[in-house]
Nanobody, 125 residues
Framework: QVQLVESGGGLVQPGGSLRLSCVAS????????MGWFRQAPGKEREIIVG????????AYTDSVKGRFTISRDNVKNTVYLQMNSLKPEDTAVYYC??????????????????WGQGTQVTVSS
């Protein structure tokens, strides 16, 4: 069983930055892909970025492209989300997720199998 634990959320002013971390634990952690999702109040959860664990290839939604960057540390079994130029509309609970196997669906459309508990990000002055 894989467990994911996010951290790094908090309150930040518009234009500021935060870095989220997601540490994975389990007998053998070797996901096929990782993703970051977010859910704003009153809205559905949405994926914002995905990463293939082996190759490091990534995909971003237009809403965060150019502002957010996903990265991984294979040794630490950790995936990061660097968020810059934050906007009030980025306010949400952010979740990381892991996918066990390959999928015919693209990173931003595929199913993910394991989820963290989420970390709150609030962008406000």
């Amino acid at each position: 069983q894989v467990q994911l634990v996010e951290s790094g959320g908090g309150l930040v002013q518009p234009g500021g930055s935060l870095r989220l971390s997601c540490v994975a634990s389990g007998r053998t952690f070797s996901p096929y892909a990782m993703g970051w999702f977010r859910q704003a109040p009153g809205k559905e959860r949405e994926i914002i970025v995905g990463l293939y664990w082996s190759s490091g290839d990534t995909a971003y939604t237009d809403s965060v492209k150019g502002r957010f960057t996903i990265s991984r540390d294979n040794v630490k079994n950790t995936v990061y989300l660097q968020m810059n130029s934050l906007k009030p509309e980025d306010t949400a609970v952010y979740y990381c997720a892991a996918a066990r196997t390959a999928s015919p669906q693209a990173l931003l459309r595929r199913r993910y199998d394991y989820w963290g508990q989420g970390t709150q990000v609030t962008v406000s002055s």
